[in-house]
């Protein structure tokens, strides 16, 4: 260390909390020091004293340093210093050990050194020495635990030591009175042309939480794993204040720092109009902004720019081609994706789009039960009816599965989309703030805030799968009094049981509900499949071992079951050996009817692949186009349901009404695909189209209102009920 005299240097930033500054200026901090911008440098080695303030003047750090490196001495980058904390008051190392557990790399015992501020100088006649000023008076410790004083230089004007505006900052940040700093976020870059079909197809895990990719080798499914070993890759997808979108790993490492700018959790709405129902549910629960994109689809806002969700899946279906590329060493453009199976037909199209987006050919798209029951069944000699009980991040399916050496079959499926591990978190958080509140009076508002205890929730839900308790500790959560207020609490496995116990007796009653559609009992199932990182949790496995009268299978890990059955198929596909797969339908498909009416063509539960034919006539003279317009689900009135859009069959011949006939076709892929055909033999007019992408979503309410604005009177239903689907569609035709 130089002998040269300690100097006294304070800065103050333009945060207003301790929580602002950890969003702002995170990166430019450590457990062992801070990087400051400064017109004046001081040579490496140089003992400073050193206060960081708030805006208001608020001692926010305050700590005997030294200069470590210097940066900006050569004309290349900007000028600034990085200090390295030697001794701290109190209230400093509680800040810095909250600013360690919110983000990993602050645990550095060295100063962060910034990407984008050019080369670091440690040699100590980096600089010229400054002249010597006059002594200041001594800054005042707050208490008996600060440094003393070391002053001998008076502080610097604010305009001569600032923080650095770093690459990762949130959002827009004003600087020592700079202008603000503009970002825009990139377009989303897409393949400009189909890639060619190269090397073995790859099973895809598209979780809630995070997303794998495995391949067959030596005739077993594995998990694949990049060149730094990791696995997985976090359905997390971020802007950064530069403007750069990034994903997985990095992404969420920004969650804590820049919420708004950090998107999770999409999964759960790809492909669903923005007014949906489910849109609005989940909305107010999230930190990102959603919003409408211009078809009308579900997007998120980042900066300047709305992204559809389907763009936000393609960058993690990249990442994940890309951990594949590196494994496998080798170019991978084809995949098998498992999905959850209360996917919509629009879901799964956003997601054959998200894959061609991504670069690859999506060869099909599986249902997470079914993939989940080919990874157990493979190498399996006899046949078995088979539970799934799949509970991942944001969603739960349930599905019967008979398997046997010719194939297997989905007889019966049931769930709830909107019930999933993201639920259990929120109740642990919820019971984590009230004990906050109730021992120290103090709610917490703080959006950054928030977020570490969601953190801190989701790890203490995953260590008592193992534990009987677990500390719940989040240093310096929140102020009360201008006192830092921890969180920190013990968890036990028989709290969480009873926070969470409602949810798992709902799960329970949707499996008791699937087994009564197809008049199931629990002593005719043979196996209980576990799915989800979810399905860990012991209140789950108890509760399903005393329904079903025995212990869930542990064979396949539940969080690899799904991309390991994926990868199967994959490996059938590519060998055009695929055993035969039946899945069924969801949800039912069908027609609005004239008085808003949901006539189901292709019912719930129908064996897929499926092929509904009919003939309709034309109702009216001179009729030049027939439309019909598409909904899926249960419930008796369209608006209820789903829209999947609108097929139009256009150029009719103009002729008296009845005497031109239309040939229809509904047809369902194993992947719940659903394509619609209409032939007018006379004239040879064709159209053909995949749903849900023809219409948007405010064209197919318009479409709805008609529906609703018409009403069938007593003779017509009369009639209807007479000549079944063929007089419905008709009357529609009519309207």
Not at 456 to 484: C, G, N, W, Y
Request: hydrophobic share 40%; with cysteine.
């Amino acid at each position: 260390m130089s002998s040269a005299k300690p100097i006294q240097l304070s800065v103050r930033l333009p945060f207003a909390t301790p929580e602002a500054f950890l969003q702002g200026y995170g990166l430019m901090i450590s457990r062992g020091g801070i990087y400051l911008r400064a017109r004046r440098l001081h040579p490496p080695g140089t003992p400073v004293t050193l206060e960081v303030k708030l805006e208001d003047g608020k001692r926010l750090l305050y700590a005997n340093a030294t200069v470590s490196w210097v940066t900006g001495t050569r004309g290349e980058g900007v000028a600034g210093m990085g200090f390295k904390f030697i001794t701290l008051d109190a209230t400093s190392r509680r800040f810095l050990e909250a600013a360690a557990a919110a983000m990993p790399h602050a645990r550095s015992p060295e100063p962060p050194v910034p990407r984008n501020v050019g080369p670091i100088d440690t040699h100590p006649d980096a600089v010229a020495a400054p002249p010597p000023s006059p002594p200041p008076a001594p800054v005042a410790p707050a208490s008996a635990d600060e440094p003393p004083p070391l002053g001998a230089e008076s502080a610097p004007p604010p305009s001569q030591l600032q923080p650095v505006l770093p690459s990762e900052q949130a959002g827009r940040l004003v600087v020592q009175g700079a202008a603000e700093a503009e970002v825009r976020a990139p377009a989303f870059e897409g393949p400009l042309t189909e890639p060619a079909r190269a090397g073995p197809i790859i099973g895809i895990g598209l979780g809630a939480t995070n997303a794998y990719a495995a391949v067959v080798s030596g005739g077993q499914p594995t998990v694949l794993r990049a060149k730094d070993g990791a696995s997985l890759v976090p359905v997390v997808v971020a802007l950064t204040p530069r403007g750069k979108l990034v994903v997985g790993a990095p992404a969420r490492g920004q969650s804590v720092t820049n919420p708004k700018w950090t998107v999770s959790g999409f999964r759960r709405l790809v492909g669903l109009d923005f007014d949906s129902p489910e849109v609005d549910e989940v909305a107010p629960r999230v930190s990102h902004e959603l919003a409408g994109t211009e078809p009308g689809t579900c997007g998120v806002r980042l900066a300047d720019r709305i992204y559809p969700l389907e763009q936000m899946v393609a960058l993690v279906l990249r990442e994940v081609r890309l951990v594949a590329e590196q494994a496998l060493e080798r170019p991978v453009s084809r995949a098998v994706i498992a999905v959850p199976a209360w996917y919509t037909e629009a879901q799964r199209q956003a997601v054959h789009e998200a894959g061609r987006l991504a670069g690859l050919h999506v060869e099909r798209v599986i249902d997470e039960p079914t993939a989940a029951a080919l990874a157990w069944g493979h190498g399996r000699r006899r046949s078995e009816r088979v539970f799934v009980y799949d509970l991942g991040g944001s969603a739960f399916d349930a599905a019967v599965l008979e398997l046997d050496e010719g194939g297997y079959r989905v007889v019966a499926r049931g769930g709830d989309p909107a019930l999933g591990g993201a639920d259990f978190d929120r109740i642990v958080v919820e019971w984590l703030l009230a004990e906050l509140a109730a021992k120290h009076g103090v709610p917490v508002v703080d959006r950054t805030a928030r977020q570490r205890v969601q953190d801190a929730a989701e790890r203490a839900k995953i260590a008592l799968s193992e534990a009987t308790e677990t500390r719940v500790h989040v240093p310096f959560l929140t102020m009360a009094k201008d006192q830092p207020v921890d969180l920190d609490v013990v968890l036990t496995r028989a709290q969480l049981a009873a926070l969470t116990r409602p949810l798992v007796e709902r799960t329970i009653e949707l499996c008791e509900a699937v087994l009564r559609e197809r008049f199931l009992r629990v002593d005719q199932i043979d196996e209980v499949l576990l799915v989800g990182g979810q399905a860990r949790a012991p209140l789950v496995q108890e509760q399903l071992t005393s329904t079903f009268g025995r212990r869930p299978l542990e064979g396949v890990p539940p969080d690899e079951a799904v991309v390991r059955g994926a990868a199967l198929l994959g490996s059938m596909l590519e060998e055009k050996a695929a055993r035969a797969g039946v899945g069924v339908l969801p949800r039912s498909i069908g027609v609005g009817l004239p008085g808003g009416r949901f006539y189901p063509v292709i019912r719930r539960g129908t064996a897929l692949p499926a092929t509904r034919s009919y003939r309709v006539q034309t109702t009216r003279d001179a009729q030049a186009e027939l439309e019909l317009a598409l909904f899926q689900g249960e419930a008796p009135l369209v608006k209820d349901d789903h829209p999947l859009g609108v097929f139009r069959l256009s150029g009719l011949p103009r002729q008296p009404k009845g005497t031109v006939s239309i040939e229809l076709s509904f047809e369902l892929s194993g992947e719940c695909v659903l394509t619609i055909r209409g032939t007018e033999p006379s004239s040879g007019r064709v159209a053909s189209s995949v749903f849900a992408t023809e219409q948007t979503p405010e064209a197919t309410r318009r479409r709805i209102a008609r529906l609703e604005g018409v009403e069938l009177t007593p003779d017509e239903l009369e009639a209807a009920g007479a000549s079944g689907l063929f007089g419905l569609v008709r009357r529609f035709l009519g309207s």
